[in-house]
């Protein structure tokens, strides 16, 4: 995941090392002009009382010359403006979302522009300082513990999924079982999607694989009354975690978004975590702010993350909604369920592979 982000980040860091070595380049130039003039025409030396020729559009020279001697460099906005122009393009077109891309470009902008650096200190590793700073900004809102979440929660916690059909909810919900299991915490599932052919016998597959406790209704059935049930199991059962599943739905489907809105009043959920594909890329980003404007989420799993190169939906969506993402989906077995950490994507994507 993220091979084509991480590419873009790359030509980004090459722009702007190679826009500050023209730019250095034909200071240098300029200087060298100026001094053999100066000798040709016997000119005086400047004076020194502080005037530096600045103006508006950049640092004077008198104030280049200074952080020269001391051993520092600045960063200019010429140096950065075409550079950050094609890293905007570069990640709209990784299925980025524009207000996204251009809140990264802005804090690179905000971080580097008018800042010194030590001369021995490359212009790469500045600029990289910048990008992950700016990343972990956007992609680390709303961030939380989720396993400590669990651990302090009264019990059972009761963990409602929703999203469109065939992005990979039931199996999340399986995927979550085994994670929780393997961490100690004991789990039913819930079949809410009463209305789907072959939903029931798909969340029972999954159920009879992990050994774990599935509640369900008959076809048609109401979906608060099967999410209720499992929450009245858990706690006769000492269960810790109920997974209640749901029917696909747009966010303009009346009918079922008011299922939801039922299983919010009845079973009052401890947290609603919203499920698509990575793949998807803005389309997931564009659903996930509707399910999060029409029927508030806590979090988001990303599935199929593994095909997905671009990662444009994992780094738009905790923006746009101002709620984590919790999980990314990197495989089809039950242990492909990775939590997702900021701190570790920011990491790779700026990681030199040997």
Same mark, same amino acid.
């Given at each position: 995941?993220?091979?084509?982000?991480?590419?873009?980040?790359? *030509?980004?860091?090459?722009?702007? !090392?190679?826009?500050?070595?023209?730019?250095?380049?034909?200071?240098?130039?300029?200087?060298?002009?100026?001094?053999?003039?100066?000798? =040709?025409?016997?000119?005086?030396?400047?004076?020194?009382?502080?005037?530096?020729?600045?103006?508006?559009?950049?640092?004077?020279?008198? +104030?280049? =010359?200074?952080?020269?001697?001391?051993?520092? /460099?600045?960063?200019?906005?010429?140096?950065?403006?075409?550079?950050?122009?094609?890293? !905007? @393009?570069?990640?709209?077109?990784?299925?980025?979302?524009?207000?996204?891309?251009?809140?990264?470009?802005?804090?690179?902008?905000?971080?580097?522009?008018?800042?010194?650096? +030590?001369?021995? !200190?490359?212009?790469?590793?500045?600029?990289?300082?910048?990008?992950?700073?700016?990343? *972990?900004?956007?992609?680390?809102?709303?961030?939380?513990? %989720?396993?400590?979440? &669990?651990?302090?929660?009264? +019990?059972?916690?009761?963990?409602? %999924?929703?999203?469109?059909?065939?992005?990979?909810?039931? /199996?999340?919900?399986?995927? @979550?079982?085994?994670?929780?299991?393997?961490?100690?915490?004991?789990?039913?599932?819930?079949?809410?999607?009463?209305? *789907?052919?072959?939903?029931? !016998?798909? &969340?029972?597959?999954?159920?009879?694989?992990?050994?774990?406790?599935? &509640?369900?209704?008959?076809?048609?059935?109401?979906?608060?009354?099967?999410?209720?049930?499992?929450?009245?199991?858990?706690?006769?059962?000492?269960?810790?975690?109920?997974?209640?599943?749901?029917?696909?739905?747009?966010?303009?489907?009346?009918?079922?978004?008011?299922?939801?809105? +039922?299983?919010?009043?009845?079973?009052?959920?401890?947290?609603?975590?919203?499920?698509?594909?990575?793949?998807?890329?803005?389309?997931?980003?564009?659903?996930?702010?509707?399910?999060?404007?029409?029927?508030?989420?806590?979090?988001?799993?990303?599935?199929?993350?593994?095909?997905?190169?671009?990662?444009?939906?994992? &780094?738009?969506?905790?923006?746009?909604?101002?709620?984590?993402?919790?999980?990314?989906?990197?495989?089809?077995?039950?242990?492909?369920?990775?939590?997702?950490?900021?701190?570790?994507?920011?990491?790779?994507?700026?990681?030199?592979?040997?």
């Amino acid at each position: 995941m993220f091979d084509g982000l991480k590419e873009k980040l790359g *030509r980004f860091k090459s722009d702007v !090392e190679a826009e500050a070595e023209t730019e250095a380049e034909t200071e240098a130039d300029a200087d060298a002009a100026a001094d053999a003039d100066s000798v =040709a025409t016997g000119s005086a030396e400047p004076d020194a009382t502080g005037t530096d020729d600045s103006d508006d559009d950049g640092p004077g020279l008198a +104030k280049k =010359a200074a952080l020269a001697a001391t051993g520092r /460099t600045i960063i200019t906005e010429e140096e950065l403006e075409a550079p950050l122009e094609a890293l !905007e @393009l570069e990640l709209l077109s990784g299925d980025v979302e524009m207000g996204v891309a251009r809140e990264i470009t802005e804090r690179i902008r905000e971080q580097l522009v008018g800042d010194t650096r +030590k001369q021995v !200190e490359s212009g790469e590793q500045v600029i990289e300082r910048a990008i992950g700073d700016a990343l *972990r900004e956007v992609i680390g809102v709303g961030q939380f513990d %989720f396993e400590d979440r &669990i651990a302090t929660a009264d +019990k059972p916690v009761v963990i409602v %999924f929703t999203g469109v059909n065939g992005v990979g909810k039931t /199996t999340s919900i399986a995927k @979550l079982s085994r994670w929780l299991e393997e961490r100690g915490y004991s789990s039913v599932m819930a079949n809410g999607d009463t209305y *789907r052919a072959g939903a029931n !016998e798909q &969340i029972e597959e999954h159920a009879e694989a992990l050994g774990t406790k599935i &509640i369900t209704h008959q076809q048609g059935g109401d979906p608060a009354a099967v999410i209720y049930d499992a929450v009245e199991y858990a706690e006769a059962n000492d269960i810790d975690v109920v997974l209640g599943d749901t029917a696909g739905r747009l966010h303009t489907s009346n009918d079922l978004m008011a299922q939801l809105e +039922k299983i919010d009043r009845v079973v009052d959920p401890d947290m609603t975590l919203f499920v698509d594909e990575a793949v998807a890329g803005q389309d997931a980003t564009n659903r996930a702010r509707e399910f999060n404007d029409a029927a508030e989420i806590d979090g988001a799993i990303l599935t199929k993350a593994d095909a997905d190169s671009q990662g444009g939906a994992a &780094i738009s969506i905790a923006h746009v909604t101002g709620k984590p993402i919790l999980f990314l989906g990197t495989g089809q077995g039950y242990d492909d369920l990775d939590r997702f950490d900021p701190d570790e994507i920011v990491d790779r994507l700026l990681r030199d592979e040997a």
